[in-house]
């Protein structure tokens, strides 16, 4: 007893693969933009210092501020063409960023004017630290309590 048709005259069926090259684009596209932004954050031209007390970052930390500061010792922000340089650009630029975190924190109902975004300083070896130390204060002065310097444990290919 035979099922289906031996002859020409069966009934081919081929599956539908444009749903799935659908999906398979959508996702490349996803994780090219996620790269994007998460290279956007950690500038890789600046070099960071080395010290032998430092740990590594806490990667369950979801929402980070970083402020990249380079061996000029200009800010380089997220989201800002050029790098902050003067005091008053710096203090305003957190100001705004505070402001910001506080609105959204409001809208998913929190109450307090706490800041829990943590700021993560990457400052270049070759930058001037008093520079860092202002920055670091301006952080403190606008509402960010959660601070972070971030070194590397070891050099380059070492």
Do not use: W
């Not at 020409?8 to 749903?19: H, M, V």
């Not at 290279?39 to 430092?54: C, R």
């Not at 650009?89 to 800041?115: M, N, P, T, V």
């Amino acid at each position: 007893m035979s099922h289906g048709g031996g002859g020409d005259g069966g009934i081919k069926a081929e599956p539908n693969l444009t749903p799935m090259l659908d999906m398979v684009l959508q996702l490349v596209m996803f994780f090219m933009m996620v790269a994007n932004f998460a290279m956007e954050q950690v500038n890789t031209d600046i070099m960071l210092p080395v010290a032998q007390s430092a740990r590594p970052s806490d990667r369950r930390e979801a929402d980070v501020l970083y402020l990249n500061v380079n061996s000029e010792g200009k800010v380089i922000a997220v989201g800002r063409n050029e790098p902050l340089s003067r005091l008053d650009e710096i203090e305003f630029y957190l100001k705004d960023e505070a402001e910001a975190y506080r609105r959204e924190a409001r809208a998913k109902g929190e109450s307090g004017d706490e800041i829990k975004r943590v700021a993560i300083i990457r400052a270049d070896k070759n930058a001037d630290y008093a520079q860092v130390y202002t920055l670091l204060q301006v952080c403190k002065k606008v509402g960010f309590r959660r601070l972070q310097l971030n070194a590397m444990t070891t050099g380059p290919g070492g």
